[in-house]
């Protein structure tokens, strides 16, 4: 069982990523799936969340508007596309797999089952 996150790199602001995650050794359509980033030396941050029936999302605020959390599971993949890059959103971004149905509790790291490695994103001129 694996979550693979890839796709980060280095962007000038405010350029656009598209990142995926990949899963792997189970079928993520029974799943929802939520993105986490990470600043060294600070907590998780909850960035995005997408239910099993893609009937609504979650997002932070900072990212509302900029960012958009889809999945494939024809593909047992899902997408973080992130737009108007700035700075601050600088973090290694994990995905992470969720069986709960209660859309609100997937801002909660705890509810995650599966987590997979994060990919670095860099936004800098």
């Known amino acids: 069982v694996q979550l693979q996150a890839f796709g980060g790199g280095l962007v000038q602001p405010p350029g656009s990523l598209k990142l995926s995650c990949a899963a792997s050794?189970?079928?993520?359509?029974?799943?929802?799936v939520g993105w986490f980033r990470q600043v060294p030396g600070k907590e998780y941050e909850f960035v995005a969340a997408?239910?099993?029936?893609?009937?609504?999302?979650l997002y932070e605020d900072s990212v509302k508007g900029r960012f958009t959390i889809s999945r494939d599971n024809t593909k047992n993949t899902a997408y973080l596309q992130m737009n108007s890059l700035r700075p601050e959103d600088t973090a290694v971004y994990s995905c992470?797999?969720?069986?709960?149905?209660?859309?609100?509790?997937?801002?909660?790291?705890?509810?995650?089952?599966?987590w997979g490695l994060g990919t670095v994103v860099t936004v800098s001129s």
């Open positions: 997408i239910p099993r029936n893609s009937d609504r999302s």
């Open positions: 992470v797999a969720s069986n709960t149905t209660i859309l609100s509790s997937l801002r909660n790291r705890s509810m995650y089952r599966y």
């Open positions: 050794g189970f079928a993520l359509r029974g799943y929802a």
